[in-house]
């Protein structure tokens, strides 16, 4: 449900929605937000598609619209540990890791903008963060800023992407998402890149989201659900 709470923006908004911790965050931050909010899910192929439940169980909790689009182009680019689930999941120092797949939030995000421009909407909302992050250059403030100037010379529309966590840690994200009454949502978001369910517990993905709920000092409702089933 939407908090009964005065809307900052009396304008409607576009999550682009995984199911996962952050994006399910910025879920919780537009619903006490924006008058309306609509979600778009892109199934790229992604060795971790169990994504995809997460994201349509939330959405339904949530009374949210959403969109899913099929993006199954990413595996013909180039190898990378998220589209090509031979690869064993690696990070080395000093390098990008090899679940980095080049190009994909500026290819979400211009997507995303194409289906809000059909709706009337020009508030698009991103969960990237530059502060624990596994240094994805695609999820950088900078990054963003100039997309968004991109998007809006190349729709002919001023486009405004939110990204509310970019400076926050993941204790940080689970604070606001305390404050959010998300709690209930995340117990169903998806982070692991493996794909399981119980999550893996050793992957990057599983790795950032257990410190960031145990700097908050507080369990992962995923994890309570999952020793619950």
Known sequence: MQPKTQKI????????????????????????????????????????AIEQTSAVKIAELN????????????????????????????????????????????IFISCAASYAYSLGITDIITGVCQTDYSGYPDCRQDTISALAKVISLGLDKEVTIHT????????????????????????????????????????????????GFKEAGIPDPLLTRTTEV
Not at 170 to 195: F, M, P, Q, R, W
């Open 9 to 48: 923006f009396s304008r409607n908004a576009l999550l682009v929605f995984s199911g996962g911790q952050d994006s399910t965050t910025c879920l919780h931050w537009a619903l006490h937000n924006f008058k309306n909010v609509q979600a778009i899910f892109f199934n790229y192929g992604q060795r971790h």
């Open 63 to 106: 009374n949210i619209p959403l969109k899913i689009i099929a993006l199954d182009f990413f595996s013909q680019i180039g190898s990378n540990a998220l589209t090509d689930s031979t690869l064993e999941i690696e990070s080395k120092a000093g390098e990008l890791p090899n679940t980095f797949v080049p190009g994909r939030n500026l």
């Open 164 to 211: 509310p966590l970019m400076q926050m840690t993941k204790a940080e994200t689970v604070d606001l998402a305390i404050k959010l009454n998300a709690l209930k949502s995340l117990a169903y978001s998806h982070s692991c890149y493996e794909g399981n369910y119980p999550p893996c517990g050793q992957c990057p993905a599983c790795i950032l989201r257990a410190k």
